[in-house]
């Protein structure tokens, strides 16, 4: 069992950066795999990006990628989000994940654990 717990949404302008942070408590975080996803008003629920387990391979949607980066650090049992160069379509709520599956990691259906959210708001 893993509880997560979102940090760090705001209200920034176009071009700002947020540091979204995700903590996690529980046994074994360092054995998940982990994800971000984010969800605007009436709009689905989409894969931001992923870290495995290892650390080894990051994953990102072709929309934020270049301007957002992934990081863990199991040490502290939190996985990070940083967000540059936000745009106002990159506002929704921010959702953290974890999976022990191994399965695809951008499948919102493959994650076994969800934090409640944090809200990103960018304004032009």
């Given at each position: 069992?893993?509880?997560?717990?979102?940090?760090?949404?705001?209200?920034?302008?176009?071009?700002g950066?947020?540091?979204?942070?995700?903590?996690?408590?529980?046994?074994?975080?360092?054995?998940?795999?982990?994800?971000?996803?984010?969800?605007?008003?009436?709009?689905?629920?989409?894969?931001?990006?992923?870290?495995?387990?290892?650390?080894?391979?990051?994953?990102?949607?072709?929309?934020?990628?270049?301007?957002?980066?992934?990081?863990?650090?199991?040490?502290?049992?939190?996985?990070?989000?940083?967000?540059?160069?936000?745009?106002?379509?990159d506002?929704?709520?921010?959702?953290?994940?974890?999976?022990?599956?191994?399965?695809?990691?951008?499948?919102?259906?493959?994650?076994?654990?969800?934090g409640?959210?944090?809200?990103?708001?960018?304004?032009?």
């Amino acid at each position: 069992q893993v509880q997560l717990v979102e940090s760090g949404g705001g209200l920034v302008q176009a071009g700002g950066s947020l540091r979204l942070s995700c903590a996690a408590s529980g046994r074994a975080f360092s054995s998940y795999d982990m994800g971000w996803f984010r969800q605007a008003p009436g709009k689905e629920r989409e894969f931001v990006a992923a870290i495995t387990w290892s650390r080894s391979s990051t994953y990102y949607a072709d929309s934020v990628k270049g301007r957002f980066a992934i990081s863990r650090d199991n040490t502290k049992n939190t996985v990070y989000l940083q967000m540059n160069s936000l745009k106002p379509e990159d506002t929704a709520v921010y959702y953290c994940a974890a999976q022990s599956s191994r399965s695809y990691l951008s499948i919102a259906g493959n994650y076994n654990y969800w934090g409640q959210g944090t809200q990103v708001t960018v304004s032009s």
